[in-house]
T-cell receptor, first 112, second 115 residues
Framework: DAKTTQPTSMDCAEGRAANLPCNHS???????VYWYRQIHSQGPQYIIH???NNETNEMASLIITEDRKSSTLILPHATLRDTAVYYC?????????????FGTGTRLTIIP | EPEVTQTPSHQVTQMGQEVILRCVPI?????FYWYRQILGQKVEFLVS????????KSEIFDDQFSVERPDGSNFTLKIRSTKLEDSAMYFC?????????????FGSGTRLTVV
């Protein structure tokens, strides 16, 4: 799997948009970008994933650069409950048994 | 919303004892996984399971570990002789199919403490 690089930590004011960057310069053509988060010691929670087009769902938006070497997860109106560690993971999505390789992620703190 | 259920939420066991961690994956999912997270460290892959057999396992998943899906609903992780270093959060996850729009669904975990 391609390696990802994320900032160790970020702060964001409540109600503002949180923009979390991720670099994945060695991504392959068949690899998707996945975002998960882990709130305290709970199980990781799937947020969103994409291949090359921008994606949006009820939780977040994912912006992938044209060269696919980096991406940004956007939480449009951050709340205190969005405080968590956010993981950017690159993996091929066409094999069901392809494991997830977690890095250290970005610890996002939402400030009241 | 469908959930992956794990029991117990917390288990304390003596070193050398056997433990079984239980998981009920989402009913229409086909791929099953165990991950663990030692306190303060990364989430680590242990094993994947599909079509009633192990698909892939990590170096951590040695002969002391085993998995099975005995009745088509439960998915269990057994540690035969626990060691202090097995103390961790253990997460079960399931996936419906390759390329699923919703990624993996993880359970809330079992905190295993070996004393």
């Amino acid at each position: 799997d391609a390696k990802t690089t994320q900032p160790t930590s970020m702060d964001c004011a409540e109600g503002r948009a949180a923009n979390l960057p991720c670099n994945h310069s060695t991504i392959s053509g068949n690899e998707y970008v996945y975002w998960y988060r882990q709130i305290h010691s709970q199980g990781p929670q799937y947020i969103i994933h994409g291949l090359k087009n921008n994606e949006t769902n009820e939780m977040a938006s994912l912006i992938i650069t044209e060269d696919r070497k980096s991406s940004t997860l956007i939480l449009p109106h951050a709340t205190l409950r969005d405080t968590a560690v956010y993981y950017c993971i690159v993996r091929a999505a066409n094999f069901g048994n392809e494991k997830l390789t977690f890095g250290t992620g970005t610890r996002l703190t939402i400030i009241p | 919303e469908p959930e992956v259920t794990q029991t117990p939420s917390h288990q304390v066991t003596q070193m050398g004892q056997e433990v079984i961690l239980r998981c009920v994956p989402i009913s229409n999912h086909l791929y099953f996984y165990w991950y663990r997270q030692i306190l303060g460290q990364k989430v680590e892959f242990l094993v994947s399971f599909y079509n009633n057999e192990i698909s892939e396992k990590s170096e951590i998943f040695d002969d002391q570990f085993s998995v099975e899906r005995p009745d088509g609903s439960n998915f269990t992780l057994k540690i035969r002789s626990t060691k202090l270093e097995d103390s961790a959060m253990y997460f079960c996850a399931s996936l419906r199919n390759p390329g699923s729009d919703y990624g993996y669904t993880f359970g809330s975990g079992t905190r295993l403490t070996v004393v």
